[in-house]
């Protein structure tokens, strides 16, 4: 079983229910009042956690528009980086306040920090844990900042080599912080779900011992129910309140009504997956009558033999069990015996 990690107060790993994370990103579209109504969406459609993200356009790249600065190509395609990150960055002015509209309503407050400034901006905010960003998986020394604040992490890994990945986990043990979980991850927008290879999950969990989860990219909630059955710990969704809200983020994130169905696919697959039983379950209960057991299906004389003829393997499971079926074929019968009536040993010579 691998370890837990404890994510403000609460056990994440295995045994536990998997952690749902809300990702508000850019679906704010500018407007904090909006911000604010997403916190409530999310925590009454079932999130466990709503997270932003901490940068401003300068501190990600610089305002550069030659060829390498340009979106070729996917969701963002045309897009000059500088510009987008100007789209699409969370204020640092307002996270203060939806810091203290999660704590309001009830519901976990996490962000994403890109850069020494922001983890600084989030530690004087008095954040709990930190998310790590795919992205980010590669810069070795941010992930050492962040880590020796001594907080719990979750760190994506989506592009990330194996290598990379070890590399990564070791940078942040290195500073002693064993507080981590690991995101399997698609960095792509929205993920392909022949790309998803969510059977990497299982192999993260035997290399790494700890929490593994799913940043999940791809549309609709089959992925993250999927990656549940397989041993996810904690699953991460864009979300917002409806896609017809122009922003960077808003064409693979879900609205309301799917993040909650979600939510409650998530939680009735951890309820199917179980554990480990054999035998009757309570409510088969009322149903184990009707397996088969041997009757008698023409009258028997008392001292007639027991014969193909006269008794048979039928439902219900009344009488003897038709494993001695062999065994009592041949056998005489002690009394009158009377078609329909359940077979048993004290009906029998032996």
């Known amino acids: ?5 404890d994510i403000n107060g609460r056990m994440v790993g295995d045994g536990a229910p998997a952690y749902i994370i809300a990702e508000m990103s850019a679906n704010h579209a500018g407007s904090m009042e909006r911000a604010l109504e997403l916190i409530h969406v999310a925590k009454d459609a079932g999130a466990d956690c709503v ?13 550069c528009h030659n060829t390498y600065f340009q979106i070729e190509k996917g969701t963002w395609e045309g897009e000059n980086l500088y510009g987008l990150y100007q789209k699409a960055y969370t204020p640092w002015e307002w996270q203060d306040k939806l810091r203290d509209e999660a704590a309001k309503v009830g519901i976990d407050f996490l962000s994403t920090p890109f850069d020494r400034t922001s983890v600084d901006f989030l530690e004087k905010l008095g954040v709990h844990f930190y998310k790590v960003a795919s992205f980010e998986l590669v810069d070795i020394p941010l992930l050492e900042y962040i880590a020796s604040k ?31 979980a690991l995101m399997k991850c698609s960095s792509a927008y929205p993920a392909k779900s022949e790309e998803m290879n969510l059977r990497t999950i299982c192999d993260m969990k035997k290399r790494f011992d700890i929490p593994i ?49 979600m939510v409650q696919q998530v939680r009735e697959v951890e309820k199917a997956m179980g554990k480990v039983s054999y035998g009757v379950s309570p ?6 009558c009707f397996r088969r057991s ?21 439902r219900p499971a009344y009488g003897i069990k038709p494993k001695h079926y062999q065994e009592v074929l041949g056998k005489t019968a002690k009394r009158d015996i009377s078609r329909g009536t359940p077979l048993s040993f004290s009906d029998i010579v032996f």
């Open 150 to 180: 001594n907080k719990p992490i979750i760190m994506s890994t989506g592009m990330g080599t194996l290598e990379e990945i070890d590399e990564a986990v070791a940078a942040i043990y290195g500073t002693g912080n064993r507080q981590l």
């Open 213 to 261: 989860g799913l940043s999940d990219h791809s549309m609709g909630a089959f992925s993250a129910s999927t990656a549940v059955a397989m041993g996810a710990n904690i699953i991460e969704k864009h979300f917002c309140i409806s896609r017809a809200i122009e922003n960077p983020d808003a064409a693979f994130s879900m609205e309301p009504d799917e993040f909650r169905s």
């Open 1 to 5: 079983m691998s370890s837990t990690v």
């Open 283 to 288: 409510q088969e209960e009322s149903n184990a």
């Open 51 to 63: 997270k932003i993200q901490t940068y401003t356009a300068d501190t990600m790249t610089i305002d």
């Open 294 to 314: 041997l009757f008698v299906v023409k009258d028997i004389a008392a001292g007639e033999k027991l014969t193909q003829d006269n008794i048979r393997s039928i």
